[in-house]
């Protein structure tokens, strides 16, 4: 079946476009005419190859979230899902949504459920939303259901854009100090090391070791780069696999400082995630699966997997939690089985994930409180280390001339 795009007339002045799956044109063009559609233009819907290099890859998050509360939005002002759709797809300004949009509205017209036409598009679209718009066809709370998950998503989004604030500045000011480093060994050490030779004065150890450094970076510069790159090429291909990324991943959480804010965020992933499944009425073992397959942090989805593997033989769930104390706290596994216990698992994830999102804010308060200081220590210690071994063997020299 291939799929073709068509523009047809609504009424005098105003153009649509839809999507058809025919086996040909001639075949769309006779469904179409059963249809009472006068079709204006109709051409296939395969992307040449420099429409395929130039096309976008991957819709923004920010997109995703925008379209789920205008659709929320849309839902609850009394819009069918169609023409809400419809409406929705002239707004976003990505093209590879809109596109997705146009395939979902076709085979919402075939007659597929809406969570089954979302179904077909989860490497764009988190892999719970067919699963929560499913839930919310079956509750008839369709509105509410897309507003629960914009809520979510636009959380999540928040989260992202603080962590980056927070990197963003250590990361440029590291990046600038390694560049000025580099030309202070390459051209500026250089100059000094043979005005000193010149002098014939004894120099101090750190001036020594200075232009030890020096000569280092500027004879086996190239080495040094090679080696960098092979060590990065075999980290990157160690990652790849799943014990090295299972391992890596693990050290992640170690990390001080920056290892209580990935896991905390993790956490809150994970826990407002089932907390939002299971609030939809999706069954336990379906949402665990869903959030497995959206995991991307091999230790956690290790932990789910077990989770599902003792439901399934009829034990408790919070079990795998409280054996993995180094993933997840004790107060989350032993709060989640009182929560079991009494029958009120939703409620628990929602005050649990509440908790764990004020202490992400916590965290990451602290961890810009701190990041300065070190940084400026470490900057502080290099640039005295720098200024030292160029001027104590000056200080030195003017001595002698006095």
Avoid at 38 to 62: A, C, H, I, P
Avoid at 129 to 136: D, E, S, T, V
């Amino acid at each position: 079946m291939n799929t073709f795009v068509y523009t047809y007339q609504i009424r005098p002045g105003h153009v649509a476009t839809g999507k058809v799956k025919a086996l040909s044109a001639t075949h769309a063009k006779s469904y179409l005419k059963k249809r009472k559609i006068t079709v204006l233009s109709l051409k296939s819907d395969k992307v040449s190859f420099l429409e395929f290099l130039f096309s976008e890859k991957q819709v923004k998050s920010e997109d995703i979230v925008a379209f789920s509360q205008l659709f929320a939005s849309c839902i609850k002002s009394g819009l069918t899902v169609k023409d809400a759709l419809t409406l929705l797809s002239k707004q976003v300004d990505s093209k590879l949504l809109k596109k997705r949009l146009a395939d979902i509205m076709t085979d919402i017209e075939s007659g597929q459920l809406l969570s089954m036409a979302f179904q077909k598009h989860t490497d764009i679209f988190p892999p719970f939303y067919p699963m929560l718009i499913k839930g919310g066809e079956a509750s008839g709370d369709l509105g509410n259901t897309l507003d629960y998950i914009g809520q979510y998503l636009e959380r999540i989004q928040n989260l992202k854009k603080e962590l980056i604030g927070i990197f963003m500045y250590p990361a440029i000011v590291f990046t600038v100090g390694m560049i000025l480093m580099s030309v202070i060994l390459s051209f500026v050490a250089p100059t000094f090391k043979k005005v000193f030779i010149q002098s014939k004065s004894s120099l101090p150890i750190l001036t020594k070791l200075l232009f030890v450094m020096s000569d280092l970076f500027f004879h086996f510069k190239w080495a040094i780069a090679l080696v960098l790159s092979v060590t990065t090429m075999a980290g990157v291909i160690y990652y790849r696999t799943p014990s090295g990324k299972r391992t890596i991943q693990r050290q992640f959480i170690s990390i001080p400082l920056i290892g209580k804010v990935i896991q905390e965020t993790l956490l809150l992933r994970f826990l407002k995630g089932f907390e939002i499944l299971l609030n939809n009425g999706v069954p336990i073992l379906e949402a665990l699966k869903v959030i497995e397959e959206g995991t991307h942090f091999l230790p956690l989805s290790d932990i789910i997997v077990e989770m599902r593997r003792d439901i399934s033989k009829g034990l408790p769930l919070s079990g795998p939690l409280i054996e993995a104390k180094k993933m997840i706290p004790p107060m989350i596994s032993y709060s989640l089985t009182m929560g079991e216990k009494s029958g009120d698992l939703g409620a628990t994830l929602s005050r649990l994930s509440q908790f764990v999102d004020r202490e992400i804010t916590f965290s990451m308060k602290r961890l810009a409180s701190r990041l300065d200081p070190i940084l400026t220590v470490c900057l502080g210690i290099i640039v005295l280390f720098i200024a030292l071994a160029i001027y104590l063997p000056i200080f030195d020299m003017m001595g002698k001339v006095r």
